[in-house]
């Protein structure tokens, strides 16, 4: 592998570094979101603080840290594979485009949830589509890295 990195053109180590960048602070923040929601359900005292830190979460970590993954992911992808894509690029778009959906909604049900207190079944289903996005996020992940 170091020996592909030694001889990749030095024009592709800005738009790859950003897509790990990105990949890397949405598989965290969406972490976040999952670790806050199943903290509120034990904490229900706590639950419309954790639900806020979650909204914000959201808004600041996880909507542009999916754009700067996706928009990098394609700029690479043009500088790379100009003709034909492996079989791992299509995971990688499946995650992103199939994950950006879920995102959306988990952004909904974290709003709803934070204007809630932290009360109801929104409450309840954000950790778990959180948890559903880190797996398909996962698989990407290993998809990309181990290019199977």
């Given at each position: 592998m170091t020996v592909v990195?030694?001889?990749?053109?030095?024009?592709w180590n800005l738009p790859l570094f950003l897509?790990?960048?990105?990949?890397?602070?949405?598989?965290?923040?969406?972490?976040?979101?999952a670790v806050v929601g199943f903290a509120s359900r034990s904490r229900r005292d706590s639950a419309p603080l954790l639900f806020r830190i979650a909204w914000r979460t959201f808004l600041l970590g996880i909507i542009p840290s999916w754009i700067l993954?996706?928009?990098?992911a394609q700029w690479i992808l043009g500088k790379e594979y100009e003709d034909?894509?492996?079989?791992?690029?299509?995971v990688?778009?499946?995650v992103s485009e199939g994950g950006g959906l879920l995102l959306i909604v988990l952004g909904i049900l974290a709003?709803?949830?934070?204007?809630?207190?932290?009360?109801?079944?929104?409450?309840v289903a954000v950790p778990v589509l959180a948890s559903v996005?880190?797996?398909a996020l996962g698989v990407a992940w290993f998809a990309m890295s181990?290019?199977?």
């Amino acid at each position: 592998m170091t020996v592909v990195a030694a001889i990749r053109p030095d024009s592709w180590n800005l738009p790859l570094f950003l897509h790990v960048l990105g990949a890397t602070v949405l598989f965290g923040a969406t972490a976040t979101v999952a670790v806050v929601g199943f903290a509120s359900r034990s904490r229900r005292d706590s639950a419309p603080l954790l639900f806020r830190i979650a909204w914000r979460t959201f808004l600041l970590g996880i909507i542009p840290s999916w754009i700067l993954m996706r928009v990098t992911a394609q700029w690479i992808l043009g500088k790379e594979y100009e003709d034909n894509e492996p079989g791992w690029v299509g995971v990688g778009f499946i995650v992103s485009e199939g994950g950006g959906l879920l995102l959306i909604v988990l952004g909904i049900l974290a709003w709803v949830a934070s204007r809630r207190n932290g009360a109801g079944k929104a409450a309840v289903a954000v950790p778990v589509l959180a948890s559903v996005i880190l797996i398909a996020l996962g698989v990407a992940w290993f998809a990309m890295s181990a290019k199977p």
